[in-house]
């Protein structure tokens, strides 16, 4: 069964997901240009018929990649253990699954907005996010109660 989450619920979480947002962001930026790193290094390699190359700074640079990924992947699915989903990593883009008159739909919320003000319905991106109704709060009453 998959967590839901009423809006308040949510809106509790954003400081931690925030934090672990920023930091999958980093190290996603930083294993992206460790990569393009290494793809200069062998196309260089490659044009040239065989640079001398720096075997230890090279693999130095393959491991700090390997290590960001990792982190970037532990990062969310520490996300995800929680019960949200990273809808756009690269734009900040976190989805609550929730509750509303029967249907799952996702409360949506981007790096940077100080509170959950959208949602969109199971099957829609997030250039489809709607503005949050008077039913989600509603709902936040009847599950209180």
Known sequence: ?????TW???Q???PVLESLLKRAQANAEKASGLEVEMQELSQ??????????????AAKRRAQFDKSS???????????????????????VLAFPCKLE??????SWQLGELTITSWV???????????????FGRIERERLN
């Open 1 to 5: 069964m998959t967590k839901t989450f």
């Open 121 to 135: 319905n199971e099957n829609e991106s997030i250039a489809d996010r709607k503005p949050i109704d008077g039913r």
């Open 12 to 14: 509790t979480l954003l």
């Open 102 to 107: 029967g249907a799952t739909v996702f409360l």
């Open 44 to 57: 260089r390699i490659f044009l040239s018929g065989g640079v001398r190359v720096d075997v230890s700074v």
């Open 8 to 10: 308040q619920e949510a």
């Open 70 to 92: 990792k982190e970037v992947q532990d990062t969310l699915a520490e996300i995800e253990a929680i019960g949200v989903q990273v809808a756009d990593l690269e734009e900040g």
